[in-house]
């Protein structure tokens, strides 16, 4: 099974993954992710793409495509993944096309925009694992009562300015997306501001699983 995860930043890509990718029997792969670890290796790729993502800009097409394009040609990819956060442009999407990936469904996450600035200024990532959190008061999941909060990390595009840009970057260049995967047919739209438990089982129905 090949999933696409569509939806602006905070809208719940990253956590409705982690949480039905055993289930699905497929992996996550966040070109966000991919991203963050080249950043922390320090290796080029990490070098030009850290200022495009501080600043919540998308990284280069080009740089992105190459990136992913290896990752899906590893062994643990064999029975299938979910992309959460790549296509981004309509040009990415293409090149995915091109690469004859045979996408089942694009699942997108509709959410408000005051919704996505609550939870991404609350969100957490724990160092060790990856797992995210949101520590608002109102937030899903809350971190475990004994984990020290030195072991979470805020991300840097978590910062206000940082979301209001990716917001707008997200209107500009990734919603287009939408008409053009509603065209194919393989767009299911998930009301993304529910309980995490009723995104996920909306996203089982829609991918028959
Ligand atoms: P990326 O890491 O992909 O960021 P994003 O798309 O902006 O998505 P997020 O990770 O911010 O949000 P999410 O939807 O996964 O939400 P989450 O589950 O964490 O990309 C980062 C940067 O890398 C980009 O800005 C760009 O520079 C670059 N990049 C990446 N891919 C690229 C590409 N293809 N092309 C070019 N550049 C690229 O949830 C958010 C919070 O809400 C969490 O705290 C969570 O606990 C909470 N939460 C989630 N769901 C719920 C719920 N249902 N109820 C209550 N709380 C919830």
Redesign the pocket.
């Known amino acids: 099974m090949k999933l696409i995860f569509l ?1 602006p ?8 993954a982690q949480r039905v990718t055993d289930d699905l029997g497929v992996v996550q792969i ?4 991919l ?1 963050r670890a080249a950043v922390a290796e320090g290796s080029d790729l990490g070098k030009e793409a850290k200022g ?2 501080d600043s ?4 280069p ?1 080009t740089l ?1 495509i190459d990136l992913l394009k290896a990752r899906i040609l590893k062994d643990d990819c064999a029975n299938g993944f979910i992309l ?6 309509i040009p ?1 999407a293409e090149a995915l096309n091109q690469a004859g990936v045979p996408i089942e469904k694009v699942i997108n ?1 509709v959410v408000a925009d005051e919704l996505i600035i609550h ?2 200024s ?3 990532i724990h160092k060790a694992t990856g797992k ?3 520590v608002n008061p109102d ?3 809350q971190p475990p009562a004994d984990m020290d909060p030195s072991e979470l990390l805020q991300r840097d ?1 978590d910062q206000a300015e940082a979301i209001a840009n ?1 917001l707008v970057v997200y209107a500009d260049q990734t919603e287009p997306l939408i008409g053009y995967y509603k065209a194919t047919g393989l767009l299911v739209d998930i009301e ?1 501001s ?3 438990d009723l ?1 996920i089982a909306d996203v089982k129905q829609a991918v028959g699983a």
Do not use: C
């Open positions: 939806g930043p905070g809208a719940g890509k990253g956590t409705i966040s070109t966000g992710d991203l495009y993502m919540g800009e998308l990284v097409d992105v959460d956060g790549f296509p981004r442009t990415q996450f939870r991404l609350g969100r957490r995210i959190y949101n937030g899903v999941p595009d990716r993304a529910q309980q995490i995104i």
